[in-house]
């Protein structure tokens, strides 16, 4: 069985999904394992507590970079066995050494369609105040694997949501978690679990199932 950690920083409504897709028997028999959050007041880990998963905290204030919180992840993450790294809603810069330590078996959410509107500086409601400010009319979400670029890894799902006359960013960024990212992120975990992912360079392949 795949055991997955999910990383969180906030209000853990991506991890709900995951909760809600284990509960339904949805998430190709990964188990939740974990949860470690950067904050230790973040919403997600009440949510974790309700669900029965084991809630932890290495707070980025604790560490003087993000190499050295990204070290103690990874200490945590290999004293608990995970297999699978689960970002949702994680709001850091993780450094090389998480990449080392689960090559492709990383998976971020992020709230619009990637190349569009991804890279440093953006994330949260900040994504959406940046689109609804170009002008696009269809934004969406990304789940990808992650490697040493800041969203430039492995796209594995995405789903275009339409932008409408008097969108706000809070408008927005509910429509795109209700629309999609709720949706690809337990899929795109679900098909890790079953070994369906497979990734050569920047292509991911989705395998048939049995
Ligand atoms: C989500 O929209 C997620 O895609 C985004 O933050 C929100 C967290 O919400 N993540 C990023 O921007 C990461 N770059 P949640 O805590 O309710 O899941």
Redesign the pocket.
Known sequence: MTRIAVL????????QALIGARDRGELGGGELAAVISSKADAY?LERAKNAGIPGYVVARKDYDSNRAMTQALVSRLKELNIDLVV?????HILTEEMVHAYPNAIL????ALIPSFCGAG???LH?HEKALAYGVKVTG?TVHFVNEEP?GGPIVLQKAVDILPGDTPEVL?RR??EQA?WHILPQAVALFCQGRLSVEGRIVTINKGE
Request: charged share 5%.
């Open positions: 969180v920083s906030g209000g853990g409504t991506n991890l997600a970002l949702a809603g994680f709001m971020n959410v992020h709230p953006y994330y949260g994504v979400a969203d960024q795109v978690m990212e």
